[in-house]
């Protein structure tokens, strides 16, 4: 089974509107990390957003907000006010903490983001 | 700082040649990860060192990649007899010391676009 499941390939939002990117994973650990990156055209991973597993309010950080819902294993991101400079590919991974597993960092396979002017 | 660098940034190989990968973390950082992404995909773990160390080499996916890091800073991916499956870009991130309870940023470096011809 994927850890990290990225349902949408493709997205488009229109300068200044709000876009949420789906997430969902699957782990048996109690105790994990959830990630977002921003990978530009150029090649470079962007760190964005992280949620702990036992963090009780939702992680934000200036346009991006994470909707963590433990219950239905999705974290997904939610960029408010979307500017030309975030089109790019978005990916979500997630960190175990389970000893036995490492340290292992699941990516999912990604969702293109396009903002249109 | 600087940050986390890869040379070189592109390598064009012949099917069967042996190749290095070579990645810079940033100082400082005992953590130290290898990823290869093909295209389309998201990031794929290859292994993880805690210093010197190979702490999880599990993602390697066979005895033909091989990765070192023997004093702890400077890591070197290593890949034996390539082949046209093997032509991805191979990222490499660090961090400051993993603990399982603990969270710590990934950096990521620009990548290795490799190609086997």
């Known amino acids: 089974a994927q850890k990290i499941t990225q349902t949408q390939p493709g997205m488009f939002v229109q300068e200044k509107e709000a876009v949420t990117l789906d997430c969902t994973y699957d782990?048996?650990?109690?105790?994990?990390?959830l990630f977002w990156y921003k990978q530009p055209s150029s090649g470079e991973m962007i760190f964005l957003i992280y949620?702990?597993?036992?963090?009780?309010q939702n992680a934000t950080e200036g346009r991006y907000s994470l909707n963590f819902q433990k219950a239905r294993k999705s974290a997904n991101l939610v960029i408010s006010a979307s500017q030309l400079g975030d089109s790019a590919m978005y990916f979500c991974?997630?960190?175990?903490?389970?000893?036995?597993?490492?340290?292992?960092?699941?990516f999912g396979t990604g969702t293109s983001l396009t903002v249109i002017p | 700082g600087a940050g986390v660098s890869q040379t070189p940034s592109n390598k064009v190989t012949e099917k069967g040649k042996y190749v290095e990968l070579r990645c810079d973390p940033i100082?400082?950082?005992?953590?130290l990860y290898w990823y290869r992404q093909s295209l389309g995909q998201g990031p794929e773990f290859l292994i993880y060192?805690?210093?010197?160390?190979?702490?999880?080499d599990s993602g390697l996916p066979n005895d033909r990649f091989f990765a070192v890091r023997p004093e702890g800073s400077v890591s070197t991916l290593k890949i034996q007899r390539t082949e046209r499956g093997d032509s991805a870009v191979y990222l490499c991130?660090?961090?400051?010391?993993?603990?399982?309870?603990?969270?710590?940023?990934?950096?990521f470096g620009p990548g290795t676009r490799l190609t086997v011809l």
């Open positions: 991130a660090s961090s400051l010391r993993e603990t399982v309870s603990s969270y710590n940023e990934q950096f």
């Open positions: 782990t048996s650990d109690q105790s994990y990390g």
């Open positions: 949620q702990g597993s036992y963090d009780e």
């Open positions: 991974a997630m960190r175990e903490s389970d000893v036995e597993a490492g340290n292992q960092f699941y």
């Open positions: 100082s400082g950082h005992t953590a």
């Open positions: 060192f805690q210093g010197t160390g190979a702490a999880d």
